[in-house]
């Protein structure tokens, strides 16, 4: 009797494995759900709006950048001027002159942490665990976003001065 049992249990188990498995779809996204903005972004502008409203590339003319978001919304965010950043002349971070250290930090942007945007689509929060820049360290950091397609914009308003820093990213695509 057991190796009936025995004999009926294999079949069935059997016979599960070998019958195609149908999955339900993927549940779709709710309609107000916001985008994702998972993926490898490049920087295409770093430009800031001056006080008079002059709109300025605020790390040069060819800036570089690269932002990483993972699917659960951690964050890694580079953003560097490519000219007008001289390398040390000591060839040493320690022995850097005050105007070389001076420069390397105005001409950089960095910062990891977790981002998300809010369910109505129209801010992008920044929860800044570490940052090239301390005071940004432990803030949340909201800043008005548009997303079309593949281009992400954001605007980082001052709170101390009449600028406001933009940034414009690609997102990269496989193929």
């Not at 249990?9 to 985008?35: E, G, K, Y």
């Not at 008005?144 to 820093?165: C, H, M, N, Q, W």
């Amino acid at each position: 009797m057991h190796l009936a049992r025995l004999a009926l249990v294999v079949t069935v188990a059997l016979a599960a494995c070998a019958s195609p498995r149908v999955s339900a779809p993927a549940p779709a996204a709710p309609a107000d759900a916001a985008p994702s903005l998972a993926g490898t972004w490049t920087l295409i502008a770093a430009d800031a709006i001056t006080e008079d409203g002059t709109r300025v590339k605020d790390y040069g003319e060819s800036p570089a950048g690269l932002l990483i978001v993972d699917p659960d919304g951690r964050y890694s965010i580079q953003i560097y001027r490519t000219s007008g950043r001289p390398p040390f002349a000591s060839g040493d971070k320690a022995g850097a002159t005050p105007a070389e250290l001076s420069a390397a930090v105005i001409g950089s942007s960095t910062h990891i942490g977790r981002c998300a945007i809010d369910p109505g689509g129209t801010t992008l929060t920044f929860h800044v665990e570490h940052a090239v820049y301390p005071n940004w360290e432990g803030t949340t950091q909201v800043r008005p976003f548009t997303l079309r397609g593949d281009e992400l914009e954001y605007k980082v308003i001052s709170p101390t001065s009449k600028r406001v820093a933009i940034s414009v990213w690609h997102r990269v695509r496989r193929g």
